[in-house]
């Protein structure tokens, strides 16, 4: 079982970057995927989540209206889309799986949920 999430970099504020969550060694379309992040001396935040199968998508205040999330089962992989990036954005982010039954555990709070397995972070800074 693998997770895997890329695309991270450096952009300048206002840009974009793409982050890839590539999965491997389980069938993706059974779990949601949530992304979060962590900034240095921070606590990690959960950012957005999409559901398996229905696809139904949640996200935070911080990133709503300019990040969005997504699938593709058939390339087992999720994407996060970011948008209108700031440098409060700078940070580690993460994907990590949740089954259905975990998901409704947390009474389907992704921020609260215990996930199945996670990623590798990547960087992302955003700064002129």
């Known amino acids: 079982v693998q997770l895997q999430a890329s695309g991270g970099g450096l952009v300048q504020p206002g840009g974009s970057l793409r982050l890839s969550c590539s999965a491997s060694?389980?069938?993706?379309?059974?779990?949601?995927i949530g992304w979060f992040r962590q900034a240095p001396g921070k606590e990690r935040e959960g950012i957005a989540c999409?559901?398996?199968?229905?696809?139904?998508?949640d996200y935070s205040r911080s990133v709503k209206g300019r990040f969005a999330i997504s699938r593709d089962d058939a390339k087992t992989t999720v994407y996060l889309q970011m948008n209108s990036l700031k440098p409060e954005d700078s940070a580690v982010y993460y994907c990590?799986?949740?089954?259905?039954?975990?998901?409704?555990?947390?009474?389907?709070?992704?921020?609260?949920?215990?996930?199945?397995?996670w990623g590798q972070g990547t960087q992302v800074t955003v700064s002129s």
């Open positions: 060694g389980f069938a993706l379309a059974d779990y949601g």
């Open positions: 999409i559901s398996g199968h229905d696809e139904t998508t």
């Open positions: 990590a799986a949740l089954s259905r039954a975990s998901y409704a555990d947390a009474d389907y709070d992704y921020t609260r949920a215990v996930y199945d397995y």
